[in-house]
């Protein structure tokens, strides 16, 4: 696995309903000056609204008139900063239980989870959970608040309970990168500016420690080049170029390559980016490729450079299960998997993780957000890898085939903590 530190950072807000969240990251992004004036005033006028007394923060990411008249966040606010040295992706992500699948939406990008959570309180079960989903999605840093210690006092032993309580759970979920700042989100301390009320801490801020994080994107090379094919473009020529956006590793002219399910055997002779013609192209970026050999790859095919990933109509997953109604054995339901869409059914439910104690409990059902395993059926063959060795090839959504509501997030294989 490789982590670079690098220009830009995808953060997501992680932790339960109320803790302070969205404040945090408006007080981020009043203090680094990222607000343009009339932001900053429709959030004065907002606060005076809702008769909240002084600027309410919340408001800088909570957009929806829901949000802020039930002052908790629904859907995810993806909000851009920058410091002298780097710029910030932000998902704001809810809190609230209902919520829990725009969490995982908001997380399944980010390269460190921003965990906030109320000293007083520490951890919570829903911060369990979102901790337990951010470490399926393969966020491997956290950075984590211990929000409202204006509220206990600046007790440096009110800090230190909850940074024992985090390192504990990180170190069982995998989590490589901790750091455990000491915050008031809404008066300011320890985001931007050091605190004075914290004299036992000599740690960053939140901007530091995010300016030095060494969370990257989440690449696990070595694993092989793969291209999900999205479209077929036809040249002018006779020939075609298979369009798609790279992952895994880099892919190059003269790569041999393996086009799946097919099997068919072929090299890649030209690699064309938005740039123009290149011999290689890195992770992340969309490219056409042009095969040595005539092939009938559509949408939804992959090309692979060895090792090649698992051509097959049965995956063992973990889930995370977001439907409204139970996951039972039986369930049919569409598979989306990279740019392929395929009916499956749920042919065994493999249990069910207990946040609290990470431990794995039979089950024949899943209720809306429980984390469990299962095997699953699909009709057409899929060309995956486990999850833990590409982001993009090893995970699917379900979605429901009535409502058609994306109604589970899937991860192929087990996750090393269950
Ligand atoms: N005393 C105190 N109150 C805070 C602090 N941070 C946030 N709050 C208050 O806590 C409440 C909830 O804050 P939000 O920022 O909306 O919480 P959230 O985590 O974004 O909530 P959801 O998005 O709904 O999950 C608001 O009334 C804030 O003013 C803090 O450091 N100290
Ligand atoms: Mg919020």
Redesign the pocket.
């Known amino acids: 696995m490789r982590t670079t530190t690098k220009d830009l950072l995808r953060l997501a807000?992680i932790?339960?309903?109320?803790?302070?969240?969205?404040?945090?990251i408006?007080r981020l992004l009043v203090d680094t000056r990222q607000l343009f004036d009339d932001q900053l005033d429709a959030v004065v006028a907002a606060s005076e609204r809702r008769g909240?007394g002084d600027l309410?923060?919340?408001f800088v990411t909570?957009g929806l008139r829901a949000e802020r008249e039930q002052?908790?966040?629904i859907d995810v606010a993806y909000r851009y900063a920058s410091s002298p040295t780097r710029k910030f992706i932000i998902a704001?992500c809810?809190?609230?239980v209902q919520y829990t699948r725009n969490m995982a939406t908001g997380a399944s990008t980010a390269d460190l989870a921003l965990v906030?959570l109320d000293v007083a309180h520490g951890l919570k079960e829903q911060t369990r959970r979102h901790l337990c989903i951010a470490a399926l999605l393969g966020v491997r840093a956290l950075l984590v608040a211990a929000?409202?210690?204006?509220?206990v006092n600046w007790s440096p032993t009110a800090y230190r309970s909850v940074v024992d309580q985090v390192e504990t759970l990180a170190g069982e979920l995998g989590f490589t990168d901790l750091t455990v700042i000491p915050?008031?989100?809404?008066?300011g301390d320890n985001v931007v500016e050091a605190s004075v009320n914290t004299p036992w801490y000599d740690g960053p801020t939140v901007l530091d420690a995010l300016e030095r994080s060494t969370a990257g994107v989440w690449t696990a090379t070595g694993h092989g080049a793969r291209l999900p094919v999205q479209w077929v473009l036809r040249q002018g020529g006779g020939g075609r170029t298979y369009a798609g956006m790279v992952n895994g590793d880099a892919l190059g002219v003269g790569d041999a390559v393996t086009l799946l399910p097919a099997g068919v055997e072929t090299t890649v002779t030209s690699i064309e980016t938005g740039r123009g013609p290149n011999d290689a192209a890195s992770v992340g970026l969309s490219v056409a490729v042009g095969l040595a050999d005539e092939t009938d790859a559509g949408r939804g095919d992959l090309l692979a450079v060895a090792p090649l990933p698992r051509v097959t109509r049965e995956l063992t997953a973990t889930i995370c299960w977001f439907g409204e109604r139970s996951l039972e054995t039986g369930r049919r339901l569409r598979l989306k998997h990279t740019t392929r869409v395929t009916p499956a059914r749920v042919t065994t439910i493999d249990g069910v993780v207990d946040v609290a104690t990470l431990e794995v409990l039979a089950t024949d059902e899943l209720t809306t957000n429980q984390i469990g395993l299962a095997t699953i059926h699909t009709a057409d063959p899929l060309v995956v890898d486990d999850y833990r060795d590409n982001r993009v090839t090893g995970s699917f959504v379900l979605i429901d085939e009535v409502t058609n509501a994306t109604v589970a997030a899937g991860m192929v294989g087990r996750a090393s903590f269950l």
């Open positions: 807000t932790g339960s309903v109320d803790d302070g969240k969205s404040t945090l408006g909240v309410d923060l919340s909570d002052g908790i966040t704001d809810p809190g609230h906030v929000n409202k210690m204006d509220q915050v008031s989100a809404l008066l």
